[in-house]
């Protein structure tokens, strides 16, 4: 089984930057690390995800701003968060997939419970 927790989250002034973690426990990490969010009263969003070789992809209300990075030995992914907007008040949830499409959140097989990020006007 695999175990996903989320860190980094919290209370950030619009422009200002957030390092979220991503921290897998289990069996080795084959699997690509996806991150998604969900603002209060919304639909649970596509942020990005980065496949085990390290290629990544982001929604286009991020790309240019957040930057995935991942080291495999320390089963850890980072989702660095820069130029933050109110708009991106969410909590934010890593999940894994063995297998794609990796932007679709039904195929993802294990969530982290997941990190609250809030950025201030």
């Known amino acids: 089984q695999v175990q996903l927790i989320e860190s980094g989250g919290g209370l950030v002034q619009a422009g200002g930057s957030l390092r979220l973690s991503c921290a897998a426990s289990g069996r080795a990490v084959t699997y690509a690390v996806g991150w998604f969010r969900q603002a209060p009263g919304k639909e649970r969003e596509f942020v990005g995800f980065i496949n085990y070789s390290g290629g990544t992809y982001y929604a286009d209300s991020v790309r240019g701003r957040f930057t995935l990075s991942r080291d495999n030995a320390k089963k850890t992914v980072v989702l660095q968060l820069t130029s933050l907007k109110s708009e991106d008040t969410a909590v934010y949830y890593c999940?894994?997939?063995?297998?794609?499409?990796?932007?679709?959140?039904?195929?993802?097989?294990?969530w982290g419970q997941g990190t609250q990020v809030t950025v201030s006007s």
């Open positions: 999940a894994g997939a063995d297998r794609g499409p990796y932007s679709n959140a039904a195929n993802y097989d294990y």
